[in-house]
């Protein structure tokens, strides 16, 4: 039996962003029998942007927002009929912070060869231009919801900041943006360093860092736009 290989395809951080993506992309994209993204919408209409000629529906399309087992069941069996699967990421690359790392667990204990290719990261950029600790950093994804789990966990992460050092990066739903920003500004040190970095890749893009003290005198309007915080020592 010869597997399928699985691609791990870059996606766009901004949709203005086509600079930052490498220029074999759509090389990898046709390569591909099958894909599992992240959001079906986006990454259509990513792969006819790059590709006019394609005809979306001759290809198999799976959603992993959540991996569940039958979709695991589904990217095996496509694997075993010799068949190359691409996964997108919503995240920019594809198994870091994002939810393909399930599918290709699956697929190196099927012996499937995998093949990572790299476009830009938000984490890795937010971090590359936030001057803060790159040799220990800690991504936590969403902090909670309830106002006083994310006082105790902006809380927590500052602490661990002071003993160890290590940078700590999370995200939150655009649109609840700007109080994720008053709750870090509310509960922090003021000497601790908190970075923005917004609209990666795109041409809008802003990263910033500064004390939480100096945050407080120019808050920025973050409402539906995509961000990453980092806090640092």
């Not at 500004?185 to 970075?195: D, E, R, W, Y």
Request: charged share 20%.
């Amino acid at each position: 039996m010869t597997l399928g290989k699985v691609y791990l395809l870059p996606m766009l951080l901004h949709e203005e962003g086509f600079d930052s993506m490498p220029s074999d992309v759509l090389t990898w994209i046709q390569q591909c029998d099958a894909f599992f993204v992240e959001n079906e919408k986006t990454a259509r209409r990513y792969f006819k942007k790059l590709w006019k000629e394609m005809v979306i529906d001759d290809y198999t399309w799976h959603a992993i927002h959540k991996v569940e087992n039958e979709q695991i069941h589904a990217f095996t069996q496509l694997l075993k009929q010799g068949k190359n699967i691409g996964i997108l990421s919503e995240a920019g690359c594809a198994g870091i912070a994002d939810p393909g790392q399930i599918l290709v667990a699956a697929a190196q204990e099927l012996g499937a060869i995998v093949k990572p290719y790299t476009g830009p990261s938000s984490l890795l950029l937010a971090l590359m231009g936030s001057g803060m600790n790159g040799q220990n950093f800690h991504f936590h994804g969403y902090l909670p919801i309830d106002a006083l789990e994310r006082k105790k966990k902006i809380q927590a992460l500052e602490a661990d900041i002071k003993q160890t050092g290590v940078t700590q990066l999370f995200i939150e739903t655009p649109y609840r943006n700007n109080q994720l920003f008053e709750a870090i500004t509310q509960n922090c040190h003021p000497n601790t360093k908190l970075c923005v970095a917004m609209e990666l890749t795109g041409p809008n893009e802003w990263i910033k860092t500064q004390s939480v003290a100096n945050w407080k005198n120019s808050k920025p309007e973050l409402h539906k736009k995509l961000v990453v915080f980092l806090l640092g020592a």
